[in-house]
């Protein structure tokens, strides 16, 4: 079927038919991705700009899911911007708080995984957004202003530790969450209680969006009364499946009112269920993506250094004074090594120079520029060895395009031990992205000296002394490590000492809090 044949097709069903057909539409884009991936660019930009015309005529669920499309294929922020722009002013009539909730996540998500979606209002729209639909769901459980419960009535030994998923060891928020707890148990001497409010990525009212993505959830932990975690015990809460529900949201907020914490943490962000908690105690979210400020309306926020330029309208957008955002360094916690592979054992090149390129979301965070700099480096360095560890599922692609790379190219997939693994190689090596940080942290911990772009949290981890302005300037940097001996051998001390400052939560967490709990008793910004 011809592709205006088609939109004009499905522009014409009501919402129920377009439900009904919504598979057959889906399996439909996803063999027009196929065949538009076969296309020159001019090509391919043209018949994006065609859909993108036709669902401007469209019903604005046909429009969301049109610009969906052209967002992930495109990888442009253009339609990014569109797209958030759509669902800011849909009517509530035709895309509720539910939906629009759903698409928040979705848009928010993908920008995540693929930097290349992100242009400069993006994070300002999903600000907006947020906080829309924070206003949305306050109004609905009749919310309309802090009402703080008094200080001298909160418990200054009771802390609730809100996120938004709770998953395994290998789930880097899910080992943050458990460090700060520790942190605020073990040091700080208070009681801590964890609600999973099972708000990540929900999937309740999600309307018609291209290629939808889900979160992860661990049925099992609703049984839990408790979590240990180092010798500490921890009260837990996982919330059913089925946020965002308001009578659970009603449940939350009594459990508050009832026990009275002296303020409650939020760990991640984009949580409006603990956002409306923190209506009712003082609210401290600390973002799990640590190089901009998190997506919260809570009052309070820790911050990996002072908010940037950028931070600024995000924040005033949310409704949040600036001057309530204190610094504290991010710190992580490794799952601790188990083995001791050698590099036979990895089908790593004995004598090889190894760059390691880590991450879950590789697929869309590896993009050209990237592997032709590799590539460069390939072609000068016959003992250069690419290796990649995580979820890179179109790895073997390189092939194709990048002939000299593929020959110096090794696939790990999933480790257990990244620590073991890294001990095998040479170097760390950062795509552009947002993500990373737990992964370099590792690396440098391992003495692998780390270069980066200076954007993301793997910049931000890393320090400026593993920083390089471009992939130009990153390929220099790498054939300098490979030349210069001395130099790499000042670089991993270096990386070793950043290290251990990343692992110090009892200093960084601990005393950030410590300073930031003065200032809610006395009611005063940061």
């Not at 408790?226 to 010798?231: D, S």
């Not at 400052?501 to 960084?508: G, H, I, P, T, V």
Request: charged share 25%; aromatic share 10%; hydrophobic share 40%.
């Amino acid at each position: 079927m011809e592709l205006g044949t088609f939109i004009g097709q499905i522009c014409r069903y009501d919402r129920q038919e377009y439900f009904e057909c919504y598979g057959q539409i889906e399996e439909r884009l996803h063999n027009l991705e196929k065949i538009l991936g076969t296309l020159e660019e001019a090509q391919r930009s043209m018949i994006l700009e065609q859909m993108e015309h036709r669902a401007g005529e469209a019903p604005v669920w046909v429009r969301i899911h049109l610009l969906s499309f052209c967002m992930k294929v495109s990888k442009t922020p253009a339609y990014t911007q569109e797209l958030l722009q759509t669902v800011l002013d849909a009517d509530w009539n035709e895309v509720g708080e539910y939906e629009k909730l759903s698409d928040y996540w979705q848009i928010g998500t993908a920008v995540f995984a693929d930097a290349r979606l992100k242009g400069k209002r993006t994070q300002e729209q999903l600000a907006e957004l947020y906080r829309m639909l924070f206003d949305a769901f306050c109004g609905a459980l009749g919310i309309r202003e802090r009402n703080y419960v008094p200080a001298e009535e909160r418990d200054g030994n009771l802390v609730f530790v809100m996120t938004s998923q709770v998953l395994g060891q290998n789930h880097a928020p899910t080992k943050t969450l458990l460090d700060r707890c520790l942190v605020l148990k073990k040091y700080l001497g208070k009681k801590v209680v964890i609600i999973n409010t099972a708000m990540q990525i929900s999937g309740k009212g999600a309307g018609p969006f291209y290629d939808l993505c889900e979160a992860g959830y661990l049925p099992e932990l609703r049984s839990l009364d408790h979590i240990e975690f180092q010798g500490e015990v921890f009260e837990f809460h996982q919330c059913a499946n089925d946020m965002p529900n308001l009578d659970t949201m009603v449940q939350l907020v009594q459990m508050i009112r009832e026990r009275k914490p002296c303020y409650l943490l939020d760990i991640g962000g984009s949580d409006i269920c603990a956002d409306i908690c923190g209506m009712f105690v003082p609210e401290i979210t600390v973002g799990t993506v640590f190089s901009a400020v998190a997506m919260s309306c809570g009052e309070y926020q820790l911050l990996d250094g002072k908010p940037g330029t950028g931070d600024l309208p995000v924040l005033e957008r949310l409704g949040v004074d600036a001057e309530k955002i204190a610094a504290a360094r991010f710190t992580f916690v490794f799952k601790p090594q188990e083995h001791h592979y050698t590099r036979q054992e990895l089908g790593i090149w004995e004598h090889g120079f190894v760059l390691m390129i880590v991450g879950w979301r590789l697929d869309s965070e590896i993009a050209d520029d990237f592997l032709a700099m590799l590539d460069r480096i390939a072609a000068q360095r016959e003992n250069v060895q690419v290796v990649f560890m995580g979820r890179y599922e179109s790895w073997q692609s390189i092939q194709t395009g990048y002939e000299r790379l593929w020959k110096h190219t090794r696939y790990l997939g999933k480790q257990e031990d990244a620590l073991a693994v890294f001990a095998c190689g040479d170097l760390y090596v950062n795509p552009r992205r947002a993500g990373g940080g737990s992964s370099v942290a590792e690396a440098l911990y391992q003495g692998l000296p780390a270069v980066t772009l200076p954007e993301g949290d793997v910049s931000a981890a890393a320090g400026e002394a593993f920083r390089v302005r471009d992939y130009e300037q990153m390929e220099r940097e790498i054939l300098r490590y490979m030349d210069d001996a001395g130099y790499y051998g000042r670089q991993s001390a270096r990386a070793r000492e950043r290290a251990k400052e990343l692992l110090d939560s009892r200093k960084s967490f601990g005393e950030a809090i410590e300073k930031l709990e003065e200032k809610i008793k006395d009611g005063v910004s940061c």
